[in-house]
Structures are given as structure tokens and as C-alpha cells.
């Protein structure tokens, strides 16, 4: 049902969704031949939006937000719109399923109630089911679909919907849920704060180096979801593809600012680096003289443990001798690396782990919270714990960015405060991650009890970053189906 509903429903992308004169607005723009057709503005209604449109309108339910209730003081209205708004057309009547509801049906509160789709909608059933669940999913998504064999084969198939892997990886259309209109692509600013392609310079001290847009395994939660994996049909790629002559401008950066001392190598991720790009990379920024420490960012271990035991192939080997010379100039070097679920560890995982811990490799992970998939104590805990016997350094648990088209996935910060004050105290203390949020529009990494104000009846937590960004004031907001 909810396939033919989004069909007849206006087949455009909503670019702005404001409040209006006290009513909420969404408009678009219809586009045919290059021109511009005209917008479509709905008032006084609750909408369900996704990547291709409205999925369902309500007007009688829907109420202008009280002042207490609003998602920001930005989408605050008050409640002045009545029926006299409306040209009195069967608009609802577009709506196939809908084609035959009289306006008397259609103005009872009770079939307002029974008809919405504000529930998930019927999961697949059989294997066709899921693959056009998968399909039509795609076609939302801001990235990409690829999987290694290993992530495919530690997936638990006979239960794809509720599967943490698959959670990840694959989108299903029947899963997702509408955005909050405070997301964005670049949830982080990152290009604002470019001095040159492909370098985000943002602390003082250090770096980020995106020095490919590519990854062994796209994962649907990406922070770079404007940038990393080829084009989607919701996304058009900004891509920073491996280049020496853009690799150069940035390292002229970083030799002409002597305050930087820190670099992350990331992207996408530095397991697509061939051996000898890896080498380049590393070599230069050990003859930097300011240069103290660099990591290179990899899900490669959690992705693709395989290369790391593969002795025909070169990258482990040219990892461990930049690090071996790092060792001796005195400066790190380390891998930081990105589990997420037990399940990604398995007995190849813990060979690859201990082959880098004994030729000295330091290993650190990030984990990134996500609902359904590490959002309970149980989970996060045993991740934990796996992540330190393999010697593994639990090195932070981020609260999700605020990025488009994966709100089934964001859990609201009162998640994250109560697995930290759950775990705490649980683990050894140098194997306890820090539980941080990185501040939308530029704020950099805070810890997750650090906030100014956290308002749990509307979702919105405020935040400052005085040795980044002085007295400026960030907002994190809850996704809006999950506010507490």
C-alpha cells in the first residue's frame, strides 16, 4: 500500500520546509525540460515526507506546535489556518488508495487515526518481497550499496529485516522514516571549514587528509554522504578521488602551518590506498617536522580482515613499515578502525588483530550508535569487551550525525547518556570509550553529558565549544519519531 500511496503522491523532492504565516509549508519545484513548472504548497498539515516526496498528508489531525513542543523556534506556529485556507478540492483523492474516501470520511478523526502510516509498514515476506524492498530502498538512500564477502556471509539472512548487519548496509524501503528538516548532507560543515580539496582543518593542532572518496563497504550512515560512493538517485557525488596533484596542495598546507601536529587519513577510506600511495602518504607526513602523530581511518579490519593475512598483497606490509619508522623518529602512527556489532568479529577478525598488535601496530575503534543495531547496554558492552581482547582500543562512541536519508538509524541523546552511565565503571577505565556527540555545523567532538541545555520533551540539546569555536551556540536535535 505504501508503494502506490508514494507514487500518487507529487513525485517531486521538497527543497524547503518552513512555516509560513503561521501554517507549514513545503515547496518544490517541478522541473521539465530544464524549466521550472511551478511550486505546490500544503498548510496547516502534518506531513510525512521522504527522498521522493509527501507520503501522506493529515490534515485534520495535524496542530500548529505549542511553544513547548516545537523541534526549534524555527518551526514554531500558531494555530490561525483554518478550513477557509484550503480551496475545497478532494485533494486527498490523488492518493489512489485513496481515490473513492468521501470528504465526510475524510473529515472523521476516527478514519484519520486508523488510516495513517505512521507504523512500519508490512515487512517482506518472501525473497522477492525483500529484494524490491531493497530496490525501492536504494532509490532513497544518500549512498551506494557495496559489501565484502565478509560482511555478506556474518549477516543473518533467514532474518534480514532485523539483522544489525544488514542494518548497516542495506536500505529497505519499508524501513525508513522521515527526516528531521534540521538534517542535512554535510551535517558537519566539513567544506566550510576547507582551506584546500580534500583537507578539513577545523582544531588548531590537527587535520583531516580525505585523501580518497572510496571505501571497501559503503555504510548508509555516512558523514560524508555528499562526497563518498558513486551517485545514488537521491544524491549527485562531490567525489575526491586519489590524486597527487590535489595530495600536494594539501601537503603544502600542512608544511606552510606549523601549529598543526595531528593528521587523520581518511576519506572514504584509506584501505582503498594502494601499498604505494599508502607509502607516499606516510612518508611525507613523517618529514614534517611538526608533524608529531597521524592515523590512517580503515573499517578495512571490521570489513575485510582477509588483507590483513593476505601476504601477496602489500598494504599491511607498507602499514607496518610506516609505522616501525614512525617508532623510531619518535612520532605515531595508528590505525583507527570502525566496529560497530559483535557479530563483524570473527575468529579471521581476531587473527588479523593479533598479527597487528604483535608487529606493534596501535589499533583503535570508533563506534558509531545506532538504533536497532548497538543501542542497548547488552550489545554495546560485549562490543566493548571484544574490541579489547583483540587489543583494540574502544576509543569512542559517537552519537549519529544528523545526515539525510537514515532516521531509522539515529537514537535521541538521552540513548547515549544512558549506555555511558551504564557501562561506566563496568570496564577497565583505559578501555572505556569516550561517549561524544560531533556538534552539527562545525562544533568538533564533545562529550555526550557536556551539553549547555538538553530539552527531552522537544528534542533539542544545546552546545558550546569554547576552544574551538568561542561562545557560539550548537543544536543537536532528536530525531523527531524518537523524541522522548
Given at each position: 500500500m505504501y508503494r502506490s500511496l508514494l507514487r500518487s503522491s507529487i513525485p517531486v523532492v521538497p527543497r524547503t520546509i518552513v512555516w509560513h504565516h503561521q501554517?507549514?509549508?513545503i515547496q518544490s519545484t517541478f522541473h521539465s525540460g530544464g524549466r521550472e513548472r511551478g511550486q505546490w504548497i500544503v498548510k496547516n498539515a502534518r506531513i510525512r515526507v521522504t527522498q521522493q516526496g509527501p507520503l501522506i498528508v493529515d490534515t485534520v489531525q495535524a496542530q500548529p506546535r505549542?511553544?513547548?513542543?516545537?523541534?526549534s523556534k524555527a518551526f514554531e506556529a500558531g494555530n490561525s489556518c483554518s478550513s477557509a485556507d484550503f480551496d475545497k478540492n478532494l485533494y486527498w483523492r490523488r492518493i489512489k488508495a485513496w481515490e473513492n474516501v468521501s470528504e465526510a470520511e475524510f473529515m472523521s478523526h476516527r478514519w484519520q487515526v486508523t488510516s495513517r502510516l505512521d507504523k512500519r509498514p508490512k515487512a517482506p515476506t518472501n525473497r522477492e518481497?525483500?529484494?524490491?524492498?531493497?530496490e525501492e530502498g536504494m532509490k532513497l538512500a544518500p549512498m551506494a550499496v557495496r559489501l565484502t564477502p565478509h560482511i555478506l556471509s556474518v549477516a543473518d539472512w533467514s532474518n534480514p529485516i532485523d539483522d544489525?548487519?544488514?542494518?548497516?548496509?542495506?536500505?529497505?524501503?519499508?524501513?525508513?522514516?522521515?527526516?528531521?528538516?534540521?538534517?542535512s548532507l554535510d551535517s558537519l560543515h566539513e567544506t566550510d571549514d576547507s582551506p584546500v580539496p580534500g583537507l578539513v582543518h577545523r582544531y588548531p593542532e590537527k587535520v583531516l587528509f580525505l585523501a580518497t572518496s572510496n571505501c571497501p563497504v559503503y555504510c548508509r550512515y555516512c558523514t560524508r554522504s555528499y562526497a563518498v560512493g558513486g551517485n545514488t538517485d537521491s544524491v549527485l557525488k562531490t567525489p575526491?578521488?586519489?590524486s597527487k596533484r590535489r595530495w600536494e596542495t594539501v601537503f603544502d598546507h600542512i608544511e606552510n602551518t606549523p601549529a598543526i601536529q595531528d593528521v587523520v587519513v581518511s576519506g572514504g577510506d584509506s584501505y582503498h590506498l594502494s601499498a604505494d600511495h599508502l607509502r607516499l602518504i606516510g612518508d611525507r607526513l613523517l618529514s614534517i617536522p611538526h608533524i608529531k602523530r597521524f592515523r590512517f581511518a580503515t573499517k578495512g579490519l571490521a570489513?575485510?580482515?582477509i588483507r590483513i593475512l593476505d601476504d601477496r598483497d602489500g598494504w599491511v606490509a607498507a602499514f607496518v613499515e610506516i609505522s616501525d619508522k614512525g617508532r623510531v623518529l619518535g612520532k605515531q602512527v595508528a590505525m583507527h578502525t570502525h566496529f560497530n556489532h559483535p557479530h563483524e568479529c570473527t575468529w579471521i577478525t581476531e587473527l588479523a588483530a593479533r598479527y597487528l598488535f604483535k608487529r606493534g601496530v596501535v589499533v583503535r575503534n570508533q563506534i558509531v550508535l545506532l538504533r536497532g543495531v548497538n543501542d542497548d547496554v547488552a550489545t554495546m558492552s560485549t562490543l566493548i569487551r571484544k574490541l579489547a581482547d583483540m587489543n583494540i582500543q574502544p576509543y569512542y562512541v559517537y552519537q549519529s550525525d544528523m545526515v539525510q536519508g537514515v532516521e531509522d538509524l539515529r537514537t535521541p541523546l538521552s540513548t547515549i547518556l544512558e549506555l555511558e552511565k551504564q557501562i561506566r565503571g563496568t570496564i577497565a577505565g583505559f578501555m572505556t570509550p569516550s561517549?561524544?556527540?560531533?556538534?552539527?555545523?562545525?562544533?568538533g567532538k564533545r562529550l555526550a553529558n557536556s551539553f549547555e541545555t538538553y530539552d527531552r520533551a522537544s528534542g533539542v540539546s544545546t552546545w558550546k565549544a569554547p576552544g574551538v569555536t568561542g561562545?557560539?551556540?550548537?543544536r543537536y536535535y532528536d530525531p523527531i519519531e524518537r523524541r522522548l
Open positions: 501554517c507549514l509549508s505549542r511553544k513547548n513542543d516545537s523541534v518481497e525483500f529484494l524490491l524492498d531493497v544489525p548487519i544488514r542494518k548497516q548496509f542495506v536500505p529497505l524501503a519499508s524501513t525508513i522514516v522521515e527526516d528531521h528538516p534540521q538534517l575526491m578521488k586519489p570489513v575485510n580482515p561517549f561524544v556527540v560531533d556538534l552539527p555545523g562545525g562544533g561562545e557560539k551556540v550548537f
